[in-house]
């Protein structure tokens, strides 16, 4: 069965450094891995995605992911977090059959 | 504009009703899936349905049921088995292309169960 692991629930960042929020990721085959942010109260917005090709995927207001196969991971990354950042964020990951399967997600604060 | 349209926003029910939440997407979006979402929980799949007339099962189907008799529309209905079914419900589509397309995501609706 494929699963997501989104091992932080919270990440604290101040603002202008760079930061990272972690996902790993069991499927059976090759997977289709997405990131998504949430606003408090509000639905998911589609950040960015890795279906094959390039392992760096660049994303939406400067988000960036590496897929790393051998670590079976898709970290989201940013070079300088804003306060406009924080946010709720999403991994989730699909195979081919239409089943996406989403992380618990992980809390964001960038600090002022 | 294009979008997905979940009704109600809010809703409050008594313990033994069921209740029925909407769903309606104008994307021409083949695949329609439910999410319910819990604090620390993250999003878990509900149902999903590709076409039509058809529908699966997520990974916490039991105690709801769904329907898709058209392509717009994909209605949840969270029934008296349900034990728990306070929660944030949340309803997406998109085009079926085996998993590599992006989720277009409602804006939710909120059950509260008193």
């Known amino acids: 069965a494929q699963s997501v692991a989104q091992p932080e629930d919270q990440v604290n960042v101040a603002e202008g450094n760079p930061l990272t929020v972690k996902c790993t990721y069991s499927v059976s085959g090759n997977p289709y891995l997405f990131w998504y942010v949430q606003y408090p109260n509000r639905g998911l917005q589609f950040l960015l995605k890795y279906i094959t090709g390039d392992n760096l995927v660049k994303g939406s207001y400067g988000f960036e992911a590496e897929f790393n196969k051998s670590q079976t991971s898709f970290h989201l990354k940013k070079p300088s977090a804003l306060v406009s950042d924080s946010a709720l964020y999403f991994c989730?990951?699909?195979?081919?059959?239409?089943?996406?399967?989403f992380g618990k997600g992980t809390r964001l604060h960038i600090l002022p | 504009d294009g979008g997905i349209t979940q009704s109600p926003k809010y809703l409050f029910r008594k313990e033994g009703q069921n209740v029925t939440l909407s769903c309606e997407q104008n994307l021409n979006h083949d695949a329609m899936y439910w999410y319910r979402q819990d604090p620390g929980q993250g999003l878990r799949l509900i149902y999903y349905?590709?076409?039509?007339?058809?529908?699966q099962k997520g990974d916490i189907a039991e105690g709801y049921s769904v329907s898709r008799e058209k392509k717009e529309s994909f209605p949840l209905t969270v029934t008296s088995a349900q034990k728990n079914p306070t929660a944030f419900y949340l309803c997406?589509?998109?085009?079926?292309?085996?998993?590599?397309?992006?989720?277009?995501f409602g804006a939710g609706s909120r059950l509260t169960v008193l």
């Open positions: 349905s590709q076409i039509v007339n058809d529908f």
């Open positions: 989730a990951v699909s195979v081919r059959d239409d089943k996406i399967i």
């Open positions: 997406a589509s998109n085009t079926n292309a085996g998993g590599a397309n992006v989720l277009t």
